[in-house]
Protein backbone atom coordinates (compact mmCIF):
# COMPACT_ATOMS: atom_id res chain seq x y z
CA UNK A 1 0.00 0.00 0.00
CA UNK A 2 1.16 3.10 -0.71
CA UNK A 3 1.76 6.15 2.13
CA UNK A 4 -0.06 8.55 1.78
CA UNK A 5 1.95 12.17 1.04
CA UNK A 6 1.62 14.49 3.45
CA UNK A 7 0.05 17.71 1.93
CA UNK A 8 -1.29 21.77 3.10
CA UNK A 9 -4.79 21.34 2.98
CA UNK A 10 -7.19 24.48 2.22
CA UNK A 11 -10.65 23.62 2.92
CA UNK A 12 -13.78 26.07 1.55
CA UNK A 13 -15.09 29.03 4.21
CA UNK A 14 -18.19 27.96 4.17
CA UNK A 15 -18.05 24.19 5.96
CA UNK A 16 -21.68 23.99 6.10
CA UNK A 17 -21.57 23.07 2.60
CA UNK A 18 -19.22 20.49 3.04
CA UNK A 19 -16.62 20.16 -0.29
CA UNK A 20 -17.71 20.02 -3.88
CA UNK A 21 -14.58 19.91 -5.40
CA UNK A 22 -11.07 18.86 -5.35
CA UNK A 23 -7.66 20.43 -6.95
CA UNK A 24 -4.81 18.79 -6.16
CA UNK A 25 -1.71 20.89 -7.27
CA UNK A 26 1.77 19.39 -7.61
CA UNK A 27 4.64 22.42 -6.45
CA UNK A 28 8.01 22.36 -8.51
CA UNK A 29 11.55 21.39 -7.55
CA UNK A 30 12.97 21.82 -4.23
CA UNK A 31 9.64 23.65 -3.18
CA UNK A 32 6.83 22.15 -1.08
CA UNK A 33 2.92 22.42 -0.49
CA UNK A 34 3.27 25.75 1.46
CA UNK A 35 4.58 27.35 -1.74
CA UNK A 36 1.56 27.43 -3.74
CA UNK A 37 -0.99 27.41 -0.95
CA UNK A 38 -1.19 31.54 -0.94
CA UNK A 39 -2.74 31.22 -4.33
CA UNK A 40 -5.94 30.50 -3.00
CA UNK A 41 -7.21 33.57 -1.75
CA UNK A 42 -5.93 35.18 -4.84
CA UNK A 43 -8.21 33.18 -6.77
CA UNK A 44 -11.20 34.03 -5.26
CA UNK A 45 -13.26 30.86 -6.17
CA UNK A 46 -16.68 31.41 -5.41
CA UNK A 47 -18.07 29.50 -2.33
CA UNK A 48 -21.01 27.22 -4.07
CA UNK A 49 -17.80 25.40 -5.91
CA UNK A 50 -16.95 24.49 -2.59
CA UNK A 51 -13.59 23.79 -3.27
CA UNK A 52 -10.76 21.82 -1.59
CA UNK A 53 -7.40 22.40 -2.38
CA UNK A 54 -4.47 20.14 -1.60
CA UNK A 55 -0.98 21.09 -1.94
CA UNK A 56 1.14 17.77 -1.54
CA UNK A 57 4.63 18.08 -0.35
CA UNK A 58 7.34 15.59 -2.78
CA UNK A 59 9.08 13.52 -0.69
CA UNK A 60 12.91 14.58 -0.31
CA UNK A 61 15.41 12.78 -2.73
CA UNK A 62 18.94 13.40 -3.57
CA UNK A 63 19.10 15.31 -6.78
CA UNK A 64 22.35 14.98 -8.86
CA UNK A 65 22.12 17.98 -10.84
CA UNK A 66 22.36 20.01 -7.92
CA UNK A 67 25.57 17.44 -6.43
CA UNK A 68 23.46 15.14 -4.90
CA UNK A 69 21.93 17.38 -2.40
CA UNK A 70 18.51 16.24 -0.99
CA UNK A 71 15.62 18.62 -1.55
CA UNK A 72 11.77 17.96 -2.17
CA UNK A 73 11.57 16.46 -5.62
CA UNK A 74 8.94 14.81 -7.69
CA UNK A 75 11.80 12.88 -9.69
CA UNK A 76 15.73 12.69 -9.58
CA UNK A 77 17.37 15.15 -12.62
CA UNK A 78 20.79 13.76 -13.60
CA UNK A 79 20.91 15.38 -16.80
CA UNK A 80 19.77 18.75 -18.28
CA UNK A 81 19.69 17.08 -21.75
CA UNK A 82 16.32 17.98 -22.63
CA UNK A 83 15.23 14.48 -23.74
CA UNK A 84 16.93 12.91 -20.36
CA UNK A 85 15.70 15.53 -17.97
CA UNK A 86 12.67 13.55 -16.47
CA UNK A 87 13.45 10.44 -14.71
CA UNK A 88 11.24 8.19 -15.46
CA UNK A 89 11.31 5.70 -12.74
CA UNK A 90 11.01 8.42 -10.27
CA UNK A 91 8.29 10.03 -12.05
CA UNK A 92 5.85 7.02 -12.05
CA UNK A 93 6.44 6.18 -8.24
CA UNK A 94 5.48 9.97 -7.79
CA UNK A 95 2.16 9.36 -10.12
CA UNK A 96 1.64 6.04 -7.55
CA UNK A 97 1.58 8.65 -4.84
CA UNK A 98 -0.30 11.05 -5.96
CA UNK A 99 -2.81 8.42 -7.35
CA UNK A 100 -3.58 7.37 -3.71
CA UNK A 101 -4.29 11.00 -2.89
CA UNK A 102 -6.92 11.19 -5.42
CA UNK A 103 -8.35 7.70 -4.92
CA UNK A 104 -8.78 9.06 -1.07
CA UNK A 105 -10.67 12.34 -2.00
CA UNK A 106 -12.87 9.49 -3.96
CA UNK A 107 -13.10 7.53 -0.98
CA UNK A 108 -14.36 10.45 0.54
CA UNK A 109 -17.23 11.59 -1.67
CA UNK A 110 -15.40 13.28 -4.52
CA UNK A 111 -15.69 11.66 -7.56
CA UNK A 112 -12.75 12.56 -10.12
CA UNK A 113 -15.02 14.05 -12.55
CA UNK A 114 -14.82 17.03 -9.76
CA UNK A 115 -11.05 16.92 -9.43
CA UNK A 116 -8.31 18.86 -11.29
CA UNK A 117 -4.82 17.98 -11.53
CA UNK A 118 -2.30 21.16 -11.53
CA UNK A 119 0.93 20.92 -11.75
CA UNK A 120 4.15 23.63 -11.55
CA UNK A 121 7.35 22.50 -13.50
CA UNK A 122 8.34 19.06 -12.18
CA UNK A 123 4.51 18.91 -10.64
CA UNK A 124 3.44 19.64 -14.02
CA UNK A 125 5.22 16.63 -15.75
CA UNK A 126 3.73 14.27 -12.72
CA UNK A 127 0.55 16.06 -13.17
CA UNK A 128 0.47 15.56 -17.11
CA UNK A 129 1.89 11.60 -17.19
CA UNK A 130 -0.62 10.56 -14.24
CA UNK A 131 -4.04 12.69 -16.38
CA UNK A 132 -2.75 11.23 -19.71
CA UNK A 133 -2.62 7.74 -18.39
CA UNK A 134 -5.24 7.39 -15.59
CA UNK A 135 -8.32 4.90 -15.57
CA UNK A 136 -9.77 8.35 -13.82
CA UNK A 137 -11.74 11.17 -16.23
CA UNK A 138 -10.93 14.22 -14.21
CA UNK A 139 -12.84 17.70 -14.31
CA UNK A 140 -9.86 19.35 -15.69
CA UNK A 141 -5.39 18.76 -15.93
CA UNK A 142 -3.27 22.49 -15.90
CA UNK A 143 0.38 22.11 -16.48
CA UNK A 144 2.39 24.89 -15.78
CA UNK A 145 6.19 25.81 -16.64
CA UNK A 146 6.80 22.08 -17.76
CA UNK A 147 7.63 19.75 -20.39
CA UNK A 148 6.59 15.87 -20.52
CA UNK A 149 8.56 13.06 -19.43
CA UNK A 150 9.32 10.14 -22.67
CA UNK A 151 7.17 12.04 -24.86
CA UNK A 152 7.48 9.22 -27.66
CA UNK A 153 6.26 7.21 -25.08
CA UNK A 154 2.68 9.24 -25.07
CA UNK A 155 0.99 7.84 -28.11
CA UNK A 156 1.44 4.16 -27.14
CA UNK A 157 0.98 4.51 -23.36
CA UNK A 158 -2.02 7.07 -23.16
CA UNK A 159 -5.25 5.58 -21.93
CA UNK A 160 -7.42 8.33 -24.37
CA UNK A 161 -10.23 8.72 -20.93
CA UNK A 162 -8.85 12.18 -20.41
CA UNK A 163 -8.71 12.99 -24.28
CA UNK A 164 -11.61 15.32 -23.92
CA UNK A 165 -10.93 16.84 -20.68
CA UNK A 166 -9.97 20.41 -20.43
CA UNK A 167 -6.77 21.01 -20.36
CA UNK A 168 -4.47 24.06 -20.06
CA UNK A 169 -0.86 24.60 -20.39
CA UNK A 170 0.82 27.79 -19.71
CA UNK A 171 4.56 28.72 -20.32
CA UNK A 172 6.90 31.81 -19.70
CA UNK A 173 8.79 33.55 -22.76
CA UNK A 174 11.71 34.18 -20.94
CA UNK A 175 11.67 31.05 -18.78
CA UNK A 176 15.48 30.05 -18.22
CA UNK A 177 15.17 26.88 -16.41
CA UNK A 178 12.65 25.21 -18.20
CA UNK A 179 12.45 26.67 -22.22
CA UNK A 180 9.34 27.17 -23.54
CA UNK A 181 10.35 25.19 -26.35
CA UNK A 182 9.79 22.16 -24.61
CA UNK A 183 6.50 22.99 -23.13
CA UNK A 184 5.70 23.70 -26.91
CA UNK A 185 6.88 20.29 -27.58
CA UNK A 186 5.15 19.15 -24.56
CA UNK A 187 1.63 20.94 -26.24
CA UNK A 188 2.10 19.59 -29.59
CA UNK A 189 2.77 15.84 -28.59
CA UNK A 190 -0.37 16.04 -26.72
CA UNK A 191 -2.52 17.80 -29.68
CA UNK A 192 -0.92 14.87 -31.85
CA UNK A 193 -2.54 12.39 -29.93
CA UNK A 194 -5.79 13.80 -30.37
CA UNK A 195 -5.69 16.25 -26.75
CA UNK A 196 -7.44 19.63 -27.64
CA UNK A 197 -4.97 22.04 -25.30
CA UNK A 198 -5.41 25.93 -24.14
CA UNK A 199 -1.74 27.33 -24.19
CA UNK A 200 -0.73 30.60 -22.94
CA UNK A 201 2.09 32.61 -22.79
CA UNK A 202 3.58 35.37 -20.67
CA UNK A 203 6.56 37.49 -20.46
CA UNK A 204 7.90 35.98 -17.49
CA UNK A 205 10.79 33.78 -16.64
CA UNK A 206 9.87 30.16 -14.56
CA UNK A 207 7.35 31.30 -12.34
CA UNK A 208 3.71 32.45 -12.21
CA UNK A 209 2.57 36.20 -13.11
CA UNK A 210 -0.51 38.35 -12.12
CA UNK A 211 -2.32 38.04 -15.42
CA UNK A 212 -1.57 34.03 -15.29
CA UNK A 213 -3.30 33.99 -11.74
CA UNK A 214 -6.22 35.69 -13.10
CA UNK A 215 -6.83 33.32 -16.06
CA UNK A 216 -6.24 30.22 -13.63
CA UNK A 217 -9.17 31.74 -11.35
CA UNK A 218 -11.63 31.84 -14.45
CA UNK A 219 -10.86 28.51 -15.98
CA UNK A 220 -11.00 26.90 -12.38
CA UNK A 221 -14.61 28.86 -12.08
CA UNK A 222 -15.93 27.46 -15.48
CA UNK A 223 -14.57 23.55 -15.11
CA UNK A 224 -15.63 23.06 -11.63
CA UNK A 225 -18.81 25.29 -11.83
CA UNK A 226 -19.45 22.64 -14.63
CA UNK A 227 -18.51 19.98 -13.00
CA UNK A 228 -20.52 20.38 -10.03
CA UNK A 229 -23.51 21.19 -12.07
Known amino acids: ?39 VPELALADELATRFIFPHAPERAV ?10 WYDIKSMDLDKRADEAGVLESVEQVEALIEQQ ?4 IPASKIVIA ?15 SKHKF ?24 LHTPFMMMHGRQDDVVPMAIGVQAKDTLEQCGYTIRWHEFNMQHNVCAEQVQIIAQWLTDNLAESVA
Open 106 to 109: IAQG
Open 64 to 73: TINNGYRMRA
Open 119 to 133: GFSQGGVVAMHLATR
Open 1 to 39: MTDLLSAVEVNPDDASQGVKSVVIWLHGLGDSGYGFAPI
Open 139 to 162: AGIMAMSTYMCQPQKLAEEHSKVN
